[in-house]
């Protein structure tokens, strides 16, 4: 048994560095919401900032996961994560709860799927609410819930 545990150890670090592609969910996480792009994941993140920018929401940054991944020898779809919001309004959830900070600023998921449709999602903000115990921000989770809304469906005309 314990060489076939040295042997298992063995083989586990010399496999090769590049993994395969994991199998995505076919469903996504609790609390997320996600809409169909009709464009391309690059294309579909110059839609959704040019909105951000239209609506003067402040846009922090861009991270492509997916070259994360290729500089880890991880083979993932394309995927990339933008992060921007309205600090007025998103100080009033850390106020409320400092832990909200988790959630804020605003994260959208862009990302390809396995059937080669692009995809943005992003957590829903009753989700968040009940998450954090929120309980008195309630217009205010009602105007973030409706403007991310109105930002992914850039994504869809």
């Known amino acids: 048994m314990k060489k076939f545990l040295i042997a298992l150890c063995a083989a586990t670090l010399i496999a090769p560095a590049v993994q395969a592609e994991a199998p995505a969910p076919t469903a996504p996480a609790q609390g997320v919401l996600r809409v169909k792009s009709i464009y391309g994941v690059d294309e579909t993140i110059q839609k959704l900032k040019a909105d951000i920018a239209a609506k003067g929401i402040k846009f922090f940054t861009e991270i492509d996961q997916s070259q ?90």
């Open 68 to 157: 994360l991944g290729a500089g880890a020898n991880i083979a993932i779809r394309p995927s990339k994560l933008i992060l921007f919001g309205n600090p007025p309004l998103g100080v009033q959830f850390l106020s409320s709860n400092p832990y909200s900070g988790l959630d804020w600023p605003v994260r959208m998921l862009v990302l390809q799927e396995a059937d080669g449709s692009v995809s943005v999602a992003w957590t829903d903000f009753g989700y968040i609410a009940n998450r954090y115990s929120i309980t008195d921000r309630e217009a205010q989770f009602k105007m973030a819930s409706e403007v991310a809304a109105s930002i992914a469906s850039s994504a869809t005309k």
